[in-house]
DNA sequence: GTAGAATGCGTGCATACACACATAATCTGA
DNA sequence: TCAGATTATGTGTGTATGCACGCATTCTAC
């Protein structure tokens, strides 16, 4: 009962939490010879946009990654052939990015990797009720953030 | 109700609620030219060690941090004054760092910056009842995680 | 219509990071 | 006692990441 005096313990959590699991569930999938987690957010993203295509700058604020990785890592999908970049026809600055039909492949072969790792590393030592309670407790946090970034254009 | 069908729902809220929070809260640290996230960290371990000392490997177990920015990290706040590194006397091979008066006196300046931030970005927008379950619930992940580092030594 | 502001994107550069290796010290089993 | 295994740490090196900047395009006000 004393513990809960700590008001940071929860961001504390949150912190290593997320360290841990994400180190185990990465060092699976370099084992594997899978696409880093990086990559495999992108081709994810992609795969669920109407169109299977995106904006650069859509496809940075959907992912947790920032604008400028997502250059570099769309530049090195596009070289190993899983997705295609062209000209977005109603905007000439933009790029839309296209997942590929060996681009779903792939993610079509690594996400179950990914999602067994999420399972061995994360979710196994949660119930289901505490799962629902972290996604909606989280959920909260992450709006506010959204809400902040698309007030600042 | 029909969204608690996606069962990596938490993990994908830790992934970003954990990425847009810690962003805004190292920017701000930034503006306010304040040591970076990881020198806090290491500091805050020391602070709270007994003897207010720690071996390197003891302070990489305790941070979230991985043993080689350990090294790197310390002999930074070494060269800045901010700790010491001594030979440990009971195993040659050991280094023990400790915190210096000054070191102190920089920690509870800029505790107060950090402190803020995770209130303004995290705790804000959760009650207290949900921090606190968000603890309970992610610290077995997190035990689970260490005690299978401890086993595998 | 046109000049200037704003936007979308890619890239040079400096920094940060982890992996693998090297070094020094300790432990172990005869 | 001593050779080999183990442990604690530091560091060279390649890779990754973000910031600041530049270029091209679009928007806006007149």
């Known amino acids: 009962m ?3 005096d700590d008001p940071f ?13 994400l180190r185990a569930i990465e060092q699976d999938l370099a084992s594997a010879d899978a ?9 994810l993203e992609l795969n669920a946009a109407p169109g299977r295509r995106l904006r650069m700058q859509d496809l940075a604020a959907r992912a947790v ?11 090195e ?11 977005d026809p109603h905007d000439g600055r933009a790029t839309l990015a296209t997942i590929t039909a ?13 999602l067994a790792g999420v399972e061995q590393h994360f979710n196994r030592y949660l ?12 959920q909260r946090v992450i709006d506010a953030h959204q809400a902040e970034l698309d007030l600042r254009r």
């Not at 313990?9 to 699991?21: D, I, N, Q």
């Not at 696409?35 to 081709?43: A, E």
């Open 2 to 4: 004393a513990d809960d």
């Open 9 to 21: 313990g929860a961001w504390r959590a949150v912190l290593l939490a997320h360290s841990r699991a």
């Open 35 to 43: 696409i880093p987690l990086g990559c495999y957010d992108v081709l």
């Open 65 to 75: 990654l920032s604008r400028t990785r997502i250059s570099r890592i769309v530049a």
């Open 77 to 87: 999908l596009e070289r190993a052939g899983y997705v295609e970049r062209d000209p």
């Open 102 to 114: 060996t681009g779903r492949a792939v993610l079509r072969r690594t996400a179950p990797l990914y």
């Open 127 to 138: 119930t289901r009720a505490q799962r629902r309670s972290i996604e909606t407790s989280l």
